[in-house]
Every structure is written in C-alpha cells, then in structure tokens.
C-alpha cells in the first residue's frame, strides 16, 4: 500500500492553476521535510520545492519561484503545492517525497526516503 498519495494533476492551459495534494497514510512523515519533485521521460527526477518540518522553511527551484508555493497542514497529514502561471514547460509527472531530515536544507533525490506514485501535470501551449 503508497505511503504517499498523491491528487490534482491534469490538463490545463498556460496562465493557468493546479493545485497538487500529497496525503501521507502515516502520521509519521509529519515528523520530516517534505518536498515536491518532477520528471519527464527521458530526464532525471527534478527538484521543485521543499518544506521543513515546522513549516517554516521552504525552498524552490529557480525557475518556478514566485509561480510555486508549498505548504503542509499536518492535522490532515498533507502537503501541498499550489501552481500558479502554468508554462508548458511546468509539464511533467510531479511526485511527492519525504526526506529523511527535519530541515530543509538536503533536497536531492537521495536525501528522500518515501515516494508518491506521482500524478501528471500538462500544460497546453
């Protein structure tokens, strides 16, 4: 059974909003840094966002700062990301992870330990 299950993706022209939900089965991965990452065939996963355990730190990826926001609400063991101004180039399968530390400052694939089974975002031209 996913850990991690993810919700939101779809089609949607450019200029426009997705929201992307990551619900956790376990009330444990509150305890850690969550993150965002997405993939497109033939690439390596890509780092988008991550957020600390208390919720107070948060980082992105250059090209999606001021378009992207993370968020957690831990009383509903679930994370977050709201995206704004949607560029075709946003397309791609978005996964969810739970990092392996409380802070925010390691944001690489290995530094996750749970993966969602991703959901995926297009974003017509």
């Known amino acids: 059974q996913a850990q991690l299950v993810e919700s939101g993706g779809g089609l949607v022209q450019a200029g426009g909003s997705l929201r992307l939900a990551c619900v956790a089965r376990?009330?444990?991965?509150?305890?850690?840094?969550m993150a965002w990452f997405r993939q497109v065939p033939g690439k390596e996963r890509e780092f988008v966002a991550i957020?600390?355990?208390?919720?107070?730190?948060?980082r992105y990826v250059e090209s999606v700062k001021g378009r992207f926001t993370i968020s957690r609400d831990d009383a509903k063991n679930t994370l977050y990301l709201q995206m704004n101004s949607l560029k075709p180039e946003d397309t791609a399968v978005y996964y969810c992870?739970?990092?392996?530390?409380?802070?925010?400052?390691?944001?690489?694939?290995?530094?996750?330990?749970?993966w969602g089974q991703g959901t995926q975002v297009t974003v017509s031209s």
């Open positions: 376990e009330r444990t991965f509150m305890r850690f840094a």
């Open positions: 992870a739970a990092s392996r530390y409380s802070d925010s400052y390691w944001y690489t694939v290995d530094d996750m330990d749970y």
């Open positions: 957020i600390s355990q208390s919720g107070a730190s948060t």
